[in-house]
């Protein structure tokens, strides 16, 4: 055979070109079998987390039909398009009360189905893809005891026409407001809500876990574990955080640099696939916190660069577990009037407390009530160091580079909002999770959504109109 100069260039070529292909094509194939897994993970969360959370507070049920309308339509894509054609079915306990034992969602022929369990303590948790439903060894929750509660409602005050124009839509094109609710002054309050929910209807808070998280690690700091700083103070620098000693086991890694302080500010350093709120592998994916969060490298120095991550919390969170068995979430719940709240775990139990918890309306009225007073409840116990709100609301790390809002440690700062009080502070959540605190005129306002992806609710204009409405302080 004869050889050109230029024959085996050409075949070279030719295969390189041939390779991308075929592997582009398996890529896709299987970035499309994922998502499949994870809207499956995605349907079965929700609709266990949804009715078991409604069933365990005594609000009134949830039906299947609300939770399909509401919390799985106008999600991320593509998961939206794949959830409605995903079969379910919803497995109780044959023990006479029927609580939900776990939600099964098929996505693949060869696989299991995506399967979220209700926890012996309440609360539902993600299986890994791939769990076999008969490995589930959770016991049956207990029967809550039924709840005696008043429904505080005013006679129409003047509020009242901008809490129904923001049911109707007013603030926000596509917004789908569930719940709003206005608290002023000593004892004033009005709320209006969406056909379907109430005052103690639990509710997804995504993001808005961040700043409950946060308010765990006060309550820590509070206890004398000195979490933030030495001695408890809150002005000295941060020291390192122990965990990735413990992670690691030495030393020499150099992410011990981290402090706690730089969790809370979104400023520990650390490299993340994606900002904000796309933690798929462990959210839907059923990955556990310890795989899925403390990983990731250093790109940046501790303290130097803002990034917005579920994994700082989660971290954070992973920082003070050591407290957990003595102290855990729901008795910070419990002291604070949290009555339909449920923090929920991981499939190996670790907390998932940058998202996945479950709250009323009225439980995050009380949230708000306890910033308002400085962590002090209304029996006069303080439950967070003194100076707590102050610190969370100090924008003393780096800040958003996009947006208006700024950052404290845990909760969003409105100081840049044209006619809102710069002592403004908000926890806010994906999908439409607001609770807005304005120390200065003694007012917290709430607002519940299911807003379907690439819609939003303006926040600052409802706060603005609200706060034009009430009287005078």
Known sequence: MIRTAFAAPILLGSLLLAVP??????????????????????KALMLCGAIASAERSGAGERSEESVLAYELTGIQQPLDAIVPSLPYKIVRWPDG?????????????????????????????????GLDADTIAEASPP????QIVSWHMRIPGPVTPILEAAIKG??????????????????????????????????????VAKSIAATLVGATEHRGANVIE????????????????????????PRTGIGMDHLLRMASGRY???PGNRT??????????DETVLHWPLVHQPGTVFRYANNDTLTAIEAIA?????????ELFAKIGMQDTIAETDWQGDYVLSSQVWASTMDLIRFGQLYLNDGVLPSGKRILPEGWVKYVTTPSGPQPTTGTFGYGAGFWLLNKEAGVPTDTFAAIGNRGQYVVIVPSRKVVIVRRGEDPAGSGFDIAAFTLDVLAALPAK
């Open 143 to 146: 029967k809550q005891p039924e």
């Open 230 to 253: 030495p001695n408890s103070s809150l002005s000295q620098p941060p020291p390192p955080l122990p965990i990735f000693l413990w992670y690691r086991g030495d030393w020499s890694d």
């Open 97 to 129: 009360r029927q609580p939900i034992r776990y939600v099964a969602v098929d996505w693949a022929d060869d696989m299991p189905p995506r399967i979220a369990f209700q926890r012996k303590g309440g609360g539902c948790s993600l299986g890994p893809i």
């Open 21 to 42: 292909a075929a592997a582009q094509n398996q890529q896709e194939a299987i970035d499309a079998r994922y998502s499949r897994a994870l809207a499956a993970g995605y």
């Open 280 to 289: 798929d592998a462990l959210y839907f994916g059923g990955g556990s916190v």
């Open 272 to 274: 993340s696939d994606t």
């Open 170 to 207: 007013a603030y926000g094109a596509r917004a789908r407001t569930t719940a709003v609710s206005v608290n002023w002054g000593e004892n004033d309050w009005d709320w209006r809500f969406a056909d379907g929910f109430t005052p103690f209807t639990p509710q997804r808070t995504w993001s």
């Open 322 to 330: 050591y407290s957990f068995e003595e102290h855990p979430p729901a």
